[in-house]
């Protein structure tokens, strides 16, 4: 730690270094600022520079510490907010241009809990408009760059968000994820995250009182979470966000650590359907970290998983149905040309149901939620493929109607399932391909998130962490 930069220092190791004094909050701060400066004009991944409030919060807190005020666990860690969430006085614009002026008026939950941690937050990081595409562009903010090659997306919509804590700009990035948002980006930019499980992490935007509360299985279905460059990292942003608040009534006190499973654990490692169009050199990587995961004591087990298709296409029918009804005029009236091409792409996948439709839908994801965790009580953690293919050009869902749709339908199927069952999925890096990372996905039950970082664990020993290699090339 003491050779690498402070901007590549771990989130775990600069709260340690900061605590123990051997380096100051405005230290670190300052450190991340510059490696934002240096790198960030070329990437757009952080869109709203806060680092002169960032510096004066670092002095700050260098002042608490040394008065012997009680520190914590992220005093003084650098970190980034998603532009979808709210930051006291910061606009909270989703990307789009009629909301530029939305200014929060307090901090989200999520941001509450990062400052009460100690955490110093830097900028806030770009995301497509309405955060509803798998490719973060947007007319206000522009397009971000994959800082491990321009030519490919950084994913969505927390591309921000992935793309600068790989590039060295926070130590943890916060994102959010409705359908992939937090785990194609990090798969994307070769780090790691966890979708949590539906009300692990609570979810409020003080923005939300000017209009209407979100749709109920839109609620359901979507959670906030970390992105860091490490597995460990991504657990104690975990620990941190999950802190309790009053204003999501869907926030549940669940420990953080569930009870200890007898060994070995059997891992379900995920068959691919016959009609996916897969990547093989993709897949083998994917193998693997089966390969890893036995090595380190797992007991894996090649099995076809519960009706993905059927789960993803109940994932589909109900998101666009509520978008339909709910939240497409808005999109309309507000929208590029190039989101509303988007938009019509992926509700191509989807069958917008009718009032019964749709309740009889709802009910359906009971049954389909109980299967599941019927078979993860047989296998307790899940391996899959987050995609089955390389990442895909920046703008890939605007090339043609059928790309667009082949994208979720094809490609990442086994990624958006995943978030109308509400159950935790990690994604973390197992290596490079082309010179482009590759990611796997780990499930597990509700509120077992740590059995998912566990296993992410046990593949990060092995197959390491990838940022270093980015940051070689200069």
Known sequence: MAKAPIWQWSAVKTARAIRKGKVSAEEVV??????MKAVNPKLNAVVVDLSKDAIKAAKAADKAQASGEELGVLHGVPVTIKINLDVKGQANSNGVPAFKDNIAPDDSAVTSNLRKAGAIIIGLTNTPEFSMRGFTDNPLHGLTLNPWDPKITCGGSSGGAGASVAAG????????????SLRWPAFCNGVATIKPTQGRIPAFNPTQLKGDERPLMAQF???????ARSVEDVAL????????????PWWVPAPLKGPKLKGPIKVAFAKIPRDMKGDTKVISLVRTAADHLADAGYD??????????????????????????LQEATMRQHGSADFITAIESMKGTSTVLDREGYMKAIARRTRV????MLFLEDYPVILSPLSVRKTPSFNADLESPERGRSLFWNDLRFMSAINVLGLPAAVVPVGLLGGTPIGV???????????CLKAAEAIEERAGTLVETLWARG
């Open 30 to 35: 300052l450190a991340h600022v510059d490696r």
């Open 169 to 180: 700009i926070g130590a943890i990035a916060h994102g959010n994820d409705i359908g992939g």
């Open 221 to 227: 279905m979507s959670s906030q979470g970390p992105i």
């Open 237 to 248: 942003g975990l620990e941190v966000m999950a802190m309790r608040d009053p204003r999501d």
């Open 300 to 325: 894996v087990h090649e099995v076809e998983l519960p009706d993905l298709d059927g789960t993803w296409k109940l994932w589909s029918d109900l998101i666009f149905t509520e978008l339909t009804v």
């Open 369 to 372: 939620l109980r299967n599941w």
């Open 441 to 451: 996905q780990l499930i597990a039950s509700r509120y077992r998130e740590d059995l």
